[in-house]
């Protein structure tokens, strides 16, 4: 198992464990990582500072009894508690696509005009309804700055994508 800080494209930054490197790889390519801040997919490898113990010492020879690192059945037989971990993820990654499902049947999708649609209804300039879109930081600041109700929700991708 390997742990990699991970940023987004919003500069969000999180941690998350992968089996390896190739692990990492194929779900970032699929877009099966998100930010959970801001639910962006569009995930990196971060900055990390190595890991150095207190004191390092050479061997001249490997040590008979040193632990080895596990081998892939090892990594598949997870514990009892880390499956509890990956069950409760799972139903968690369902009910977010269950709320995306709902926001796209519901909602109208005004892309990067978010922000601004979204003042127009606030201030009665548009009908009231409910939208979705994409905005920056500094722009959904603002519009929490003027007062107006809106939600960041971790934008999973579909389970049919």
Known sequence: MIRYALSCDNDHGFDSWFRNSEAFDTLSASGNI?????GSTAVSKAL??????????????????????????????????????????EQLRRMLQAM??????????????????????????SAQRGIYGETSREEAEALADEGIDFARIPWVPREDA
């Open 100 to 125: 995306r499902r709902k926001v796209e049947e519901s909602c109208d999708y005004v892309g990067g005009e978010f922000a601004e649609e979204a003042r127009r209804i606030h201030y009665g300039e």
């Open 34 to 38: 998100a930010c959970p801040h801001c």
């Open 48 to 89: 990390m500072a190595p890991r150095v113990g207190k004191e390092v010492v050479e061997l001249q020879q490997p040590l008979a009894n040193a632990p080895q690192a596990p081998d892939e059945a090892q990594v598949e037989q997870a514990s009892p508690n880390s499956q509890a971990v990956m069950a409760q993820a």
